[in-house]
Nanobody, 129 residues
């Protein structure tokens, strides 16, 4: 059973930065595609970023492209989301997710949200104007 634990959320002013971390345990982290999603109360959860198992391929939502960076450290079993130039509209609960099928991969850079089977509990990010 894979467990994911996010950390690093908090309150930041617009234009500031935060770095989220997600520590994985109980599975073969290095073979999973890993993603970040976010959700605002009353709205559906939305895709933010995904990274392939090797770290070579990444994909971002248009709303965060150029501001957020997803990386991973397979030896540490951790995936990160560096968030720069934060905007009030980035305020949300951020979730880490694992895709054990590695649908999104170096050879198939296609997003499949349904492939993400394991989810963390989320970490709150608040960006003040």
């Amino acid at each position: 059973h894979v467990q994911l634990v996010e950390s690093g959320g908090g309150l930041v002013q617009a234009g500031g930065s935060l770095k989220l971390s997600c520590a994985a345990s109980g599975g073969t982290f290095s073979s999973y595609a890993m993603g970040w999603f976010r959700q605002v109360p009353g709205k559906e959860r939305e895709f933010v970023a995904v990274v392939s198992w090797s770290g070579a391929r990444t994909l971002y939502a248009d709303s965060v492209k150029g501001r957020f960076t997803i990386t991973r450290h397979n030896a540490k079993g951790t995936v990160y989301l560096q968030m720069n130039s934060l905007k009030p509209e980035d305020t949300a609960v951020y979730y880490c997710a694992a895709d054990p099928s590695s649908y999104y991969s170096d050879y198939r850079p296609e997003l499949n949200v349904a492939a993400f089977e394991y989810w963390g509990q989320g970490t709150q990010v608040n960006v003040s104007s």
